[in-house]
Nanobody, 121 residues
Framework: QVQLVESGGGLVQPGGSLRLSCAAS????????MGWYRQAPEKPRELVAT???????NYADSVKGRFTISRDNAKNTVNLQMNGLEPEDTAVYYC???????????????WGKGTVVAVSS
């Protein structure tokens, strides 16, 4: 029922910028944390950035000062503005959200299918 859909990935030169977006839809009572993770070929998935419902954020050390995460609770969306992209940022980027389906239920993690970001000259 619940679905997360990412968009905004693509090919960009080193030093360039991209903006990723993720929209949650379906039967949703509320959303707790939302975030972005990435996975490079033959490497484990790693945290990029997360944000709470109240707007607090945290970032991986490798992206601090370059990436900015934001969310719109009214629209159930989360974005990732990526500046100063480096070849090491190349990966599939996945949206994640802890979603509460009902008033008396606990949150459950959901994942999008991913969007490819390739940084190359």
């Amino acid at each position: 029922q619940v679905q997360l859909v990412e968009s905004g990935g693509g090919l960009v030169q080193p030093g360039g910028s991209l903006r990723l977006s993720c929209a949650a839809s379906g039967s949703i009572f509320s959303i707790n944390d939302m975030g972005w993770y990435r996975q490079a070929p033959e490497k484990p998935r790693e945290l990029v950035a997360t944000t709470t419902r109240g707007g607090s954020t945290n970032y991986a050390d490798s992206v601090k000062g370059r990436f900015t995460i934001s969310r719109d609770n009214a629209k159930n969306t989360v974005n990732l503005q990526m500046n100063g992209l480096e070849p090491e940022d190349t990966a599939v980027y996945y949206c994640n959200a802890e979603i509460v389906r009902g008033k008396y239920l606990s949150g459950v993690n959901y994942w999008g299918k991913g969007t490819v970001v390739a940084v190359s000259s």
